[in-house]
């Protein structure tokens, strides 16, 4: 079971942390990623990261303002965004999938377990 937590309403330039901690099983290969879904649109791919270590990967939208990180210990991984803006309001949603392969990983029919997403809102 994945838990994600830490959303909330932010004035646009501010910053907020994401939370994705999982229960039940304790990951340690696979990928972990970040999509969100606004009102209305499609859910699209955030960031991503490997559970036992490697290369990271965001979405062109984000890149330069979120960083994806993890707490193998604590079974956790965490979204930091920074200078965030109106169009990154929506329900931000952590996924689990078992394959640590880079291909496919933007592809939310990939992943194999979800959590139930944390609504983020950024007010101009």
């Known amino acids: 079971q994945l838990q994600a937590s830490g959303g909330g309403l932010v004035q646009a330039g501010g910053s907020l942390r994401l939370s994705c901690a999982a229960s039940?099983?304790?990951?340690?290969?696979?990928?972990v990623a970040w999509f969100r879904q606004a009102p209305g649109k499609e859910r699209e791919f955030v960031a991503a990261?490997?559970?036992?270590?490697?290369?990271?990967s965001y979405a062109d939208s984000v890149k330069g303002r979120f960083t994806i990180s993890r707490d193998n210990a604590k079974n956790t991984v965490y979204l930091q965004m920074n200078s965030l803006k109106p169009e990154d309001t929506a329900g931000y949603y952590c996924?689990?999938?078992?394959?640590?392969?880079?291909?496919?990983?933007?592809?939310?029919?990939?992943?194999?377990?979800w959590g139930q997403g944390t609504l983020v809102t950024v007010s101009s």
């Open positions: 990261t490997r559970w036992n270590g490697g290369s990271t």
């Open positions: 039940g099983r304790t990951f340690s290969s696979g990928t």
């Open positions: 996924a689990v999938r078992r394959t640590a392969i880079i291909t496919g990983q933007v592809s939310r029919a990939t992943y194999d377990y």
